[in-house]
């Protein structure tokens, strides 16, 4: 199959494109389908007009129009359709029902439909109201837009890929049939980290975050208590806040004398990870409750699984999909901080049990979260649409 993947945005500094499209889009094309990435990198205009292929995947950041207010972004996804019939796809892949991407849809759907390739909308967030609409500093023009392109692009596709059970249940609230709803999780890719010297380091906790699911304040408090039990224990964050989060964070620390047991790294390399999550004795997950973190699949989250990391998480949403309890990670109820810490400060205490549930987390994962295996219900979702 000619498959084309349209975002709406680059491969960076956001992730949808880099950490769900790229590597779905990479073990599709290990299958033997010819996969091309269309982006619009508006956020890192430089880069527009690069060309490249990574591990058969070729993608292209379009070249970007003239910055005229009102034209910028018709002219950008006529652009993207443009350059995506040209290549006379069987299927375009269309990631996020909003934006460059929704538009590139809505103008497609314009075209006869025995002469337009099937359309296929991916959906990894929800966009509308209780979603990002309400965490994202958008205009309320722009809020009303993203929830009409969100609720159109969804009842509109000819599939429907979701990354989490709750997207999915709130695809058919919409009244899009079952039929043309796909569940594809995040996935993993091979990852190495030699774990076998970290119970004998000194304890630490780790943290690997953009912060936003959460209050800072949660995480120091956990940190309070477990070094009441544990005084050596120290915190290593790793992550950078989508809106200046990890300021806080600091601050706060400093405010309640934990400054000294808080290292902060910052957002580090890919590559770099595996360096970080062999210093872990284990890492926490706290997550708030919300529409938006219901919606999400944490990619973070399966990195930490899948290289053998042992979690404590708050069990929301996906994270209840990812985590079996006792067996390859702890969880707890949302909030309770008091459970939480207890649940940290146990698994600290009992490093046999910690490396075995670490060990456990890695097999399960790579084995049920594999996009080598996740992207056969891609290709249902392309064949199944009748």
């Given amino acids: ?228 039990r544990m005084p050596e224990i120290r915190l290593l964050v790793v992550g950078k806040g989508l809106f200046g989060e990890e300021e806080e964070l600091l601050q706060e620390a400093r405010q309640a004398g934990l400054d000294e047991a808080v290292e902060y790294a910052g957002w580090v390399k890919p590559e770099e990870l595996p360096t970080y999550f062999a210093q872990a004795a284990l890492a926490i997950y706290p997550f708030d409750d919300t529409l938006v973190n219901r919606t999400k699949c944490p990619v973070k989250l399966l990195e930490l699984l899948a290289a053998g990391v042992p979690v404590v998480a708050e069990g929301v949403g996906e994270i209840r999909e990812v985590i079996h309890h006792g067996e390859t990670g702890w969880l707890v109820e949302p909030g309770d901080i008091e459970r939480f810490s207890e649940a940290v400060a146990h698994l600290l205490e009992e490093t046999p049990l910690r490396e075995r549930m670490g060990q456990a987390a890695a097999r399960d994962v790579r084995a049920r979260r594999s996009w080598d295996q996740l992207v056969e219900h891609v290709e249902r979702s392309w064949y199944t649409m009748g």
């Fill in 1 to 228: 199959m000619r498959v084309v993947m349209v975002g709406p945005f680059g491969l960076h500094p956001r992730g949808t494109m880099a950490v769900r499209a790229l590597p779905m889009a990479q073990a599709l094309a290990a299958r033997g389908h010819a996969v091309t990435m269309l982006l619009p990198p508006w956020q890192t205009p430089e880069e527009a007009g690069l060309r490249w292929e990574e591990e058969g995947v070729a993608i292209e950041n379009i070249p970007l129009p003239p910055p005229i207010p009102g034209l910028f972004h018709l002219h950008t996804a006529l652009r993207l359709v443009r350059r995506a019939l040209s290549l006379r796809p069987d299927v375009v892949h269309l990631f996020k029902p909003k934006a460059y991407s929704g538009l590139a849809h809505w103008l497609l759907d314009r075209l006869p439909r025995r002469r337009r390739p099937r359309l296929v909308v991916d959906t990894d967030d929800w966009e509308g109201p209780g979603g990002w609409n309400d965490l994202a500093p958008y205009t309320p023009v722009q809020r009303a837009f993203f929830a009409w392109q969100e609720r159109w692009g969804l009842t509109h596709a000819d599939g429907v890929t979701v990354a989490s059970r709750t997207l999915e249940s709130l695809v058919w609230s919409l009244g899009v049939p079952p039929s043309r709803v796909f569940y594809i999780p995040n996935g993993v890719r091979p990852a190495t980290c030699d774990r076998r010297n970290s119970a004998r380091r000194v304890p630490c906790i780790l943290l690997y975050t953009r912060f936003f699911e959460f209050p800072v304040s949660r995480v120091l408090e956990v940190l309070r208590r477990v070094r009441e």
